[in-house]
């Protein structure tokens, strides 16, 4: 079974101070582990996905099969990064998405 | 840039009564997808469909639920008779057949359904 656990529910941290939102998964196969974020009164978008080892808005994520994590980084945290995030594991072969339970940040001023 | 569209964006009903609702994907993706989420709890994969049929389905998608494209546009989840803990947004998603490299689903803005 696949499974992805988000330890925090909430996340509060100053403008500038660095933030990391956990992820931790667990997946029989090879994964496919994405970042998506939820701006408020905003559809998801997709952030990130590991494939594309890309930085997105500052953030990156990098994923560590040893610990089956994907946790998400950002040095330097904006207001407008304060959102809900998810993390994401999908399954190519049965074409299905488990969404994490999400962390909401919140960054002040 | 393309978007998912869903209608409505909200939907209240009565225990008991059908819904059905609407999605528009982006035009040339081919993989559909339904997920929920009830107020305050995480977003649940329900549903996706490829080629016309049902290729993977979460164990909420019981017999109450049903998916189709009826006229080679609109993407649709039917709830049969529903239930007061069926209250949640529905979100449609959309992708271009997912190859790892590239996948990326595109997100609807979500239907917010109200059984009383």
């Known amino acids: 079974a696949q499974r992805v656990t988000q330890p925090e529910k909430l996340l509060s941290v100053f403008k500038g101070a660095p933030v990391e939102l956990k992820c931790n998964y667990s997946?029989?196969?090879?994964?496919?582990l994405f970042w998506y974020v939820q701006y408020s009164r905003q559809r998801l978008q997709l952030l990130l996905r590991?494939?594309s080892r890309e930085s997105i808005k500052g953030f990156t994520a990098d994923l560590n099969k040893g610990e089956t994590s994907f946790h998400l980084k950002k040095p330097f945290a904006q207001e407008e990064d304060s959102a809900m995030y998810y993390c994401a594991l999908y399954n190519t072969n049965a074409g299905k998405s488990t969404f994490g339970d999400g962390t909401t940040l919140t960054v002040k001023p | 840039e393309p978007e998912v569209t869903q209608t409505p964006s909200h939907q209240v009903t009565q225990m008991g009564q059908e819904v059905i609702l609407r999605c528009v994907p982006i035009s040339n993706h081919l993989y559909f997808y339904w997920y929920r989420q009830i107020l305050g709890q995480k977003v649940e994969f329900l549903v996706s469909?490829?080629?016309?049929?049902?290729?993977?389905k979460s164990e909420i998608f019981d017999d109450q639920f049903s998916v189709e494209r009826p006229d080679g546009s609109n993407f649709t989840l039917k709830i049969r008779s529903t239930k007061l803990e069926d209250s949640a947004m529905y979100f449609c998603?959309?992708?271009?057949?997912?190859?790892?490299?590239?996948?990326?689903?595109?997100f609807g803005p979500g239907t917010r359904l109200t059984v009383t």
């Open positions: 997946y029989s196969g090879s994964p496919e």
């Open positions: 469909f490829y080629n016309n049929e049902i290729s993977e």
């Open positions: 590991h494939i």
């Open positions: 998603a959309t992708s271009l057949p997912p190859r790892p490299s590239l996948y990326e689903q595109y």
